[in-house]
T-cell receptor, first 107, second 114 residues
Framework: AQRVTQPEKLLSVFKGAPVELKCNYS??????LFWYVQYSRQRLQLLLR??SRESIKGFTADLNKGETSFHLKKPFAQEEDSAMYYC?????????FGTGTSLTVIP | ETGVTQSPTHLIKTRGQQVTLRCSSQ?????VSWYQQALGQGPQFIFQ???????GRGNFPPRFSGLQFPNYSSELNVNALELDDSALYLC?????????????FGPGTRLTVL
């Protein structure tokens, strides 16, 4: 069963516009959720995790257990935000990644 | 601080052969995880090693096996290669539980099975 769903494979927004990358998960226990990002020609790297409740590069993500969602948001997109974004779930000793959303910020 | 390294960068094998991929963890990290990433897909968790013992496994058959060494470097071995094993293989190291701690990824090994 798909544990992490990212419904948008591609997302384009204009610079300065708000951006939201959707992530829904399926897990009956207490989830630990993450967003990882891969910029062009770079390695996959952690962007943020829900337990830290932090804002990184202007991005935030709130865990909504009722809707089983962990959407990634930024109020004003920048060109340097163009990248591949993966939502990930830790469930016990297993780790699940979504299929990713490719974000393009149009200048 | 040295980052995660993987070798080789690219590899071509034929169906039925065996392959060993290598990973050197980031300095001080005692946990390594391996992932398979097919084209257009997200990474799929193969297994995780903590202090030289397997500590979690995804939905992969036993022909996928691994080792972690005392210096925390590790290997992924795949026997009886199939065409569908063609993918990018990523390793990631972390300090203790990657479930709660940041994973640092290597650049990957691109495996092609003909």
């Amino acid at each position: 069963a798909q544990r992490v769903t990212q419904p948008e494979k591609l997302l384009s927004v204009f610079k300065g516009a708000p951006v939201e990358l959707k992530c829904n998960y399926s897990y009956s226990g207490s989830p630990e959720l993450f967003w990882y990002v891969q910029y062009s020609r770079q390695r996959l790297q952690l962007l943020l995790r829900h337990i830290s409740r932090e804002s990184i590069k202007g991005f935030t993500a709130d865990l909504n257990k009722g809707e089983t969602s962990f959407h990634l948001k930024k109020p004003f997109a920048q060109e340097e935000d163009s990248a591949m974004y993966y939502c990930a779930l830790s469930a016990g000793n297993q780790f699940y990644f979504g299929t990713g959303t490719s974000l393009t910020v149009i200048p | 601080e040295t980052g995660v390294t993987q070798s080789p960068t690219h590899l071509i094998k034929t169906r039925g052969q065996q392959v060993t991929l290598r990973c050197s963890s980031q300095s001080g990290h005692n946990t390594v995880s391996w992932y398979q990433q097919a084209l257009g897909q997200g990474p799929q968790f193969i297994f995780q090693y903590y202090r030289e013992e397997e500590n979690g496994r995804g939905n992969f058959p036993p022909r996928f096996s691994g080792l972690q060494f005392p210096n925390y470097s590790s290997e992924l071995n795949v026997n009886a290669l199939e065409l569908d094993d063609s993918a990018l293989y990523l390793c990631a190291s972390s300090l203790n539980r990657p479930q709660a701690n940041e994973q640092f990824f290597g650049p990957g090994t691109r495996l092609t099975v003909l």
